[in-house]
């Protein structure tokens, strides 16, 4: 059985005429029309959808004033949250030089939208100051070089984006440098969109027994893929590389990493740092079963 407050609604809904400023542009439309046509037989269709058109309009009116007398309503429809926070990354710096034998394109990102500015700003300002010294250092090696007969050299800087979905942003910074040969290093920064804290490799387990744990994983896995494609090298124990190379034994406690889309753990290496330099970047995703009685919490891996 319908309450008062909701037949006194459907009364005025029922009473509630068209303005007359909207009746006006959806006469006029439609006579202009009948005029372009100039069909007199279209008069009767027009009719009809002028009478839809006219009952929507009546229906938006009605819905508005109905939002406008029940105050409950209109709250309730402010505080359906939105899912998800925007966070936005763009290249805030660039520094270009182009001059013969010497390039450098240097790209520093910019993290916009969040409400803990302190973080924000302290992210952004790392950005800028370590492209900026990325700069002056490489115009700092070109004068030396040309004091000593000059060469070639190159710096390319830029960021990618590893993960950003409704919990986790990875932002992963890239520097390439060129000399004889190139040489390249990643650092991630990867932050708690919900709670808008950065999280450290540290942070995500209860005491540093990860370490041996993780290291030895990897150590399986370099071994493993050697094992099914020759054309794979690393650094690590039982390769025959033992007298020629430093072997690979256990990650820093800082190593580098970023969660995944699948909110898994990558552990990632520089080029150089555990193989050789056409292995490139290397990076090893982490089995959560592996670590699970290790980890804090679940919050951040599965």
């Known amino acids: ?49 002028y009478k839809w058109v006219g009952g929507l309009v ?32 763009f290249t ?10 010497y390039n450098a394109d240097i790209k520093a990102p910019e993290i916009d939208g969040f409400e803990n500015k ?9 950005y800028l100051e370590e492209n900026k010294k990325l700069y002056d250092e490489f115009i700092e090696d ?52 919900e709670n808008e ?19 030895q994983n990897i150590k399986e896995q370099m071994r493993k893929e050697m094992r099914e494609d020759e054309n794979k090298i690393y650094w690590v124990g039982d390769s025959g590389l033992e007298e020629t190379v430093e072997l690979f034994e256990r990650i820093s406690k800082d190593q580098s990493f970023y969660i995944n889309k699948d909110y898994k753990l990558v552990i990632s290496f520089d080029k150089y740092e555990v193989a050789p330099g056409y292995m490139g970047i290397a990076e090893f995703i982490l089995p959560t079963g592996l670590i699970q009685d290790l980890l804090i919490s679940n919050e951040y891996i599965n």
């Open 1 to 49: 059985m319908e309450s008062n407050e909701l037949k006194r609604l459907k009364e005025e809904y029922m009473k509630t005429p068209i303005p007359e400023e909207l009746e006006f542009i959806i006469r006029n439309a439609f006579d202009n029309k009948m005029k372009k046509d100039g069909k007199e037989k279209k008069r009767k269709k027009l009719s009809i959808e």
């Open 118 to 126: 302190e973080l924000q700003d302290k992210l952004n300002e790392k």
């Open 92 to 101: 805030a710096r660039e520094y270009k030089l182009d001059e013969d034998t």
């Open 58 to 89: 009546a229906t938006i009116v009605a819905f508005i004033m109905i939002l406008n007398m029940n105050t409950a309503f209109a709250n309730a429809l402010s505080e359906i949250p939105i899912v998800g926070k925007i966070i936005k990354v």
């Open 197 to 215: 804290i950065l999280i450290t490799l540290p942070s995500l387990f209860k005491d540093e027994g990860y370490i041996e744990v993780i290291s």
């Open 142 to 193: 070109i004068e030396e070089l040309k004091k000593n007969g000059g060469g070639h050299m190159g710096v390319d800087s830029g960021y990618v984006i590893k993960t950003d979905n409704e919990r986790i942003l990875s932002i992963g910074r890239y520097v390439v440098n060129t000399v004889a040969s190139s040489s390249t290093a990643f650092q991630y920064d990867t932050i708690d969109k």
